[in-house]
C-alpha cells in the first residue's frame, strides 16, 4: 500500500522538516539553535521561489539525514547531487511510513526514488604522444557543460550559456575556480567561452544577489571569493574600464552583497560578512546564512560537531565560513592552529578576502568614472583608500614582514601566516618596501622544490602543507612581476611547472593539487580524494607557458 500525504501534512514536513533534521542527526537541540537555522532561508529574502532553491537537507530532512549518517554513499556529495525521481514532499512521506517496515533497504528506496549522478559516458583518455600544452587545450570541451533544462526538484541551479567544470565530482561550476580557468581559456583563443561565463555569474547575481560558491542549491547560502571583478577584467584587457561600466550593475550589486549591514554597525559588532572595528573601520569576513550542516559534507560537519566543546550551530557556521573562504579547510582558520573542532572562521577578517574587495572598490569606481558618476567614482575612491589604511593597519606585521590575518573578536593578529600573504601585492596595496619584505619571507618560508606551499603547518588539512595550488601560485607570479620581482616570479613558476609536467609525463593528468614539498608523495588531506581534471590547474598553466615559454614542453 502507498501512503501519500495531505496537502497539510505536506505543509507540515516543510515547515518542521529542519527541526526533524537536527534532532536525527544530533539528539537534543536547543530552542535558539532550531529558531537561527528556520529563520535563515536566503531564497525568501533574494526574492526567489523557496521550491526552486531549497537545498535537498531541507526538501526531505529525515531521509537526507538517514542517508548520509548512514554512509550509505562513500562521498557525501553523490546524494546531494541526486535528483527526485517525483516530488520531494511525496517522496519523503513514503520513507516515514516505509523505513520500520521488516526488510527496509535505505539504500534500494533511494536507488528507486533517486536519479543519482553519473559520470561521463565520453570518458576522456589522455595521448601520451600530446605535449602538455595540446593536453590541456583538448580538455576544454571535455570539461565545458552546456545549458540544460533543470526540473524544480534538481539541485542544479540553471545557467544560460556554456560553462567549464573543475572536473572530477565536481560537475557544477564554482566561483573563484573559474577565474583561473579562464586564464588558460584566454591563451587558449576562447574568450566568447569567457563571455557566457561570465555572463553566466552576471545572472546568478541578476537572480540570488550574489554569485554562490556553486550553481547547486546547497551552495546558495554562501559565495567564495570575490573574483568576478578580475573576470570583467579579462574581456577587455586593454580597456578594463569600459567591461567595469559595462557590467557595472552587477559589480555593485555584488559589493552590495559583501557589505550587506555595514550602514548600520555599532564598532565592535559584525552582520553577516561585514565587522565594524573599534575605530569605525569596515572590513569583511567570510560567513554562511546557514547554520546546518554542509549537505554536501553533512556526515564529517556532524563528526566535527560533536568533537568540539562550543555550540553546535556557531561550528556548523564556521565551517560554512571555511568552505565559503575556497581554504576548505585550513589552519587559518583554527584557534589552536592544528584541529578542526576549533574553527573560528568567522571570527577571523581574512587578508586576501579584503585585498579582493579593494580591488572591487577599485573596479566599481573605474566603471563609474566611465559612465561619468562623479558622485559613484568619488564614494568608491573613497572607500578604496579607507580599506587600504584598515589593511595595513590590521593585518601588517611590522616585526616578521608579511600580512596575516586578523582576529577581530580578540583584537589581535591570529599569528598564522600563509600565502595569502601575497594578496595585498596582487591587488597592488602593498608599498614596495613592503612587497620587497614579503617576496623574502615568502622565499624564506613559503617557497618549496615544487613551488609555494600553502602555509607551513602540516594539520591533515589540504589547505596546508605540503599542499600547493594552481591559484595561489598565479597569485605569487602576478604579485611579484607587478613589484618588479621578476627572478623571484620566475623561479615559482618554473618550480610549480616543472611538478605539474612531472605528474602529467607519469600520469597523463593535471590534478586539483600538488605535493609541492616530496616530490615522491601525492597531494592529500581535506574531505575526499585527489580529483584529477582539472580546470584551475589548467588555466594556470597555460597561463604560466604563455608567459614563460621556456617553460613549455620540448
Not at 559520470?119 to 571535455?142: F, M, N, P
Not at 556554456?162 to 566561483?175: D, K, L
Not at 559583501?258 to 573599534?278: C, Y
Not at 607587478?482 to 623561479?491: E, K, L, S
Amino acid at each position: 500500500m502507498s501512503f501519500y500525504p495531505t496537502l497539510s501534512q505536506r505543509r507540515h514536513f516543510r515547515l518542521k522538516g529542519i527541526a526533524a533534521v537536527l534532532c536525527l542527526a544530533f539528539g537534543a537541540f536547543t530552542e535558539a539553535v532550531l529558531a537561527d537555522t528556520i529563520a535563515i532561508r536566503p531564497a525568501a529574502s533574494m526574492g526567489v521561489s523557496a521550491v526552486s532553491v531549497t537545498p535537498p537537507s531541507e526538501l526531505y530532512p529525515a531521509l537526507f539525514a538517514a542517508v548520509q549518517m548512514g554512509h550509505v554513499f562513500k562521498d557525501g556529495k553523490t546524494f546531494a547531487d541526486a535528483i527526485p525521481k517525483g516530488q520531494p514532499s511525496v517522496i519523503a512521506a513514503l520513507y516515514k511510513h516505509e523505513k520500520n517496515r521488516p526488510g527496509f533497504k535505505l539504500a534500494d528506496f533511494v536507488q528507486q526514488h533517486f536519479d543519482l549522478p553519473q559520470d561521463r559516458k565520453d570518458v576522456y583518455v589522455s595521448d601520451r604522444s600530446q605535449s602538455l600544452e595540446q593536453h590541456i587545450a583538448g580538455l576544454w570541451t571535455h570539461l565545458t557543460q552546456q545549458p540544460a533544462e533543470v526540473g524544480l526538484a534538481s539541485p542544479l541551479l540553471p545557467l544560460p550559456q556554456p560553462y567549464v567544470v573543475p572536473g572530477g565530482r565536481f560537475r557544477e561550476v564554482y566561483y573563484w575556480d573559474s577565474y583561473f580557468t579562464m586564464l588558460g581559456l584566454l591563451q587558449n583563443g576562447k574568450p566568447q567561452l569567457i563571455r557566457a561565463m561570465v555572463d553566466n555569474f552576471g545572472s546568478l547575481i541578476d537572480r540570488y544577489g550574489h554569485i554562490p560558491n556553486g550553481n547547486r542549491t546547497y551552495y546558495l547560502s554562501r559565495s567564495q571569493p570575490p573574483f568576478y571583478y578580475k573576470m570583467v577584467g579579462l574581456l577587455s584587457t586593454e580597456d578594463k574600464a569600459g567591461a567595469y561600466a559595462r557590467y557595472l550593475p552587477q559589480l555593485r550589486r555584488e559589493y552590495g552583497f559583501w557589505m550587506d549591514g555595514a550602514s548600520t554597525l555599532k564598532p565592535g559588532s559584525a552582520h553577516r560578512r561585514v565587522v565594524a572595528l573599534a575605530d569605525g573601520s569596515l572590513l569583511n569576513r567570510y560567513f554562511d546564512d546557514r547554520a546546518v550542516p554542509r549537505d554536501e559534507s553533512f556526515a564529517e560537519d556532524v563528526k566535527v560537531a560533536q568533537q568540539s566543546k562550543r555550540p553546535v550551530a556557531q561550528v556548523y557556521r564556521d565551517l560554512r565560513a571555511g568552505a565559503e573562504s575556497g581554504w576548505d579547510f585550513s589552519s587559518r582558520w583554527f584557534a589552536d592552529g592544528k584541529s578542526l573542532s576549533t574553527i573560528e572562521t568567522t571570527a577571523i577578517l581574512p587578508v586576501d578576502l579584503n585585498s579582493l574587495m579593494y580591488g572591487l572598490e577599485n573596479a566599481i569606481r573605474l566603471g563609474c568614472e566611465r559612465v561619468q558618476d562623479l558622485a559613484c567614482s568619488k564614494d568608491f575612491t573613497q572607500r578604496a583608500e579607507r580599506r587600504l589604511l584598515a589593511v595595513q593597519k590590521y593585518f601588517w606585521d611590522e616585526v616578521a614582514g608579511n600580512y596575516v590575518d586578523y582576529q577581530w573578536i580578540k583584537q589581535q593578529s591570529t599569528a598564522r601566516p600563509s600565502a595569502a600573504t601575497l594578496y595585498p601585492l596582487f591587488v597592488g596595496i602593498a608599498n614596495p618596501v613592503q612587497a620587497v619584505r614579503v617576496g623574502q619571507w615568502v622565499k624564506n618560508k613559503l617557497l618549496k622544490p615544487s613551488g609555494i606551499v600553502t602555509t607551513t603547518v602540516d594539520s591533515g588539512q589540504q589547505w596546508d602543507a605540503p599542499n600547493g595550488w594552481a591559484p595561489l601560485q598565479w597569485i605569487a607570479v602576478d604579485g611579484l612581476n607587478r613589484y618588479g620581482q621578476h627572478a623571484m616570479a620566475h623561479d615559482i613558476a618554473t618550480r610549480w611547472m616543472s611538478k605539474v609536467q612531472q605528474v602529467y609525463a607519469v600520469s597523463g593528468k593535471l590534478v586539483e593539487k600538488y605535493n609541492v614539498i616530496d616530490s615522491n608523495i601525492d597531494a592529500g588531506g581535506g574531505e575526499y580524494a585527489l580529483q584529477d581534471g582539472f580546470g584551475w590547474t589548467n588555466g594556470v598553466a597555460m597561463q604560466l607557458m604563455t608567459l614563460y615559454p621556456e617553460l613549455k614542453q620540448p
